[in-house]
């Protein structure tokens, strides 16, 4: 269901207040970047602005109706002179900005406006960058584009400097745990979910994914074991760890939750329990917290950020996890 501008205005407050300052003066630019984290509404603001430009009822003068002809048609997918391109497979491909420009090259439809919303702009091929940027230099009239990225280093120098670059703030954690918390998430889990993604969608979705439940499960019960001989502690990443966290991306996850794991200690140790996110582990982490100093969980997040540096250096993984567990039991007084 499509956002309101009330609701998305919650979310990013200084990218609306531009945007409307831009339909309110009449001086919408010809091409607009949206850059931030993946879930932080880029795609759900592209298309709020692409309805403020067709809008027959603009409340205030800037704000879509919702209930307009054309509102209703683009939030449905179907209006004729807005166009979505993304991705095919791994990456937009010359021949579809070359449809995107013969398209625009007729008259439009119903009126002069026309809109195009490049989604994962990042991912175009060098050949459709070059194609988009003759585009950009000569834009029809009526004619606005959205590119959308999470990496706008990727883009062309040439492109970004015929854009409006508009930047997206990463969402706060309390805007997620209360999105999460309406959709049904249970109060116990959300706060470690907002923590590890940026996206409701992802954290939805991670919330019913059954290996994401046990991850949670290994990664405590590797924190445990850091407490005994390194052998049973090597043992453990043998037979749990290493047999679920197989990919890259599963690992960065693990390593994830064991330094959120590590900061709630720290947390408990501050007396700002209010923060902590593994909330249905609390009983075990103020027995832990007892047991361990500040400092030394200072050098232990460190030492986990360090192992995610090496995995993303591709690093061989068991050999980082092995280096990183006996690294995390130096002068370990865990039980």
Known sequence: MAKTWDQLDE????????IKNSLVKNRVAHAYLFEGMRGTGKRDIGLLFTKALFCESLIDGYKPCENCYQCRRINNGNH????????DGLSIKVDQIRELQAEFSKKAVESMTKVYLLISADKMSVSASNSLLKFLEEPGPGTTAFLLTEQPQQILPTILSRCQVLTFQPLSPQVLIKQLEENGVNSQKAPLLA???NSLDEALELNGDEWFAQAQKIVVKL????????LEALVSLQNDWFPHFKEKEQIQRGLDLLLLFFKDLLYIQLDKQEQIVFRGELGRLQQFALKTSGRRLSNQMSAILAAKKKLSANMNPQLMMEQLVLKLQE????V
């Open 195 to 197: 923590q590890l993604t």
């Open 80 to 87: 004729p002179d807005v166009h979505l391109v993304e991705p």
């Open 331 to 334: 002068g370990s007084s865990f």
């Open 223 to 230: 924190f445990e074991v850091l407490g005994k001989s390194q």
């Open 11 to 18: 979310l990013q407050p200084a990218v609306l207040r531009m």
